[in-house]
């Protein structure tokens, strides 16, 4: 008897101290207010590939640099759904969007070590710009 209390009362009543200073700010908010004020927030956090080309933030200082950033956009412009929220994953940690930008920094990366490097904490995409075409990118 002692177990299940404390699996049906004391565990759940944990969570829920844990949560009420966060719910009530919330609920002050308007957003939180209605089911269409989720909604609405839940669509701008949705990924589209326009949003996510538009989180990107890079200097390129060379042609290969801008080459291989033009071929990240065109990469996420052909993604859609899953595809595009397991992609804003990989570079954020999040499945939809929670940033205000993604930084995009170049490396010379070769052979075996050819990748794209992320930064979940930053959030930071390290591009290498020794991809001669937009399918050796997308491979």
């Known amino acids: ?18 949560w009420a200073p966060i719910v009530n700010l919330l609920r002050c908010d308007y ?9 609405e927030l839940y669509d701008r956090k949705r990924p589209t590939a326009r949003k996510i080309n538009n989180l990107f933030r890079a200097e390129p200082s060379s042609d290969a640099e801008r080459q291989s950033l033009d071929h990240l956009k065109r990469f996420v412009k052909s993604l859609e759904g899953k595809a595009l929220a397991k992609f804003l994953h990989f570079c954020t ?24 490097v992320v930064r ?4 930071m995409l ?14």
Do not use: W
């Open 1 to 18: 008897m002692e177990l299940a209390h404390q699996e049906l009362v004391q565990k759940p009543r944990y969570v829920l101290n844990s």
């Open 31 to 39: 957003t939180f207010q209605t089911l269409e004020g989720l909604k």
């Open 93 to 116: 940690g999040s499945d939809v969007i929670t940033c205000d930008h993604i930084k995009v920094s170049f490396s010379s990366l070769e052979g075996l070590q050819r990748r794209p």
């Open 120 to 123: 979940t904490c930053v959030p």
């Open 126 to 139: 390290e591009l290498p710009t020794t991809y001669e075409s937009y399918p050796a990118l997308v491979e």
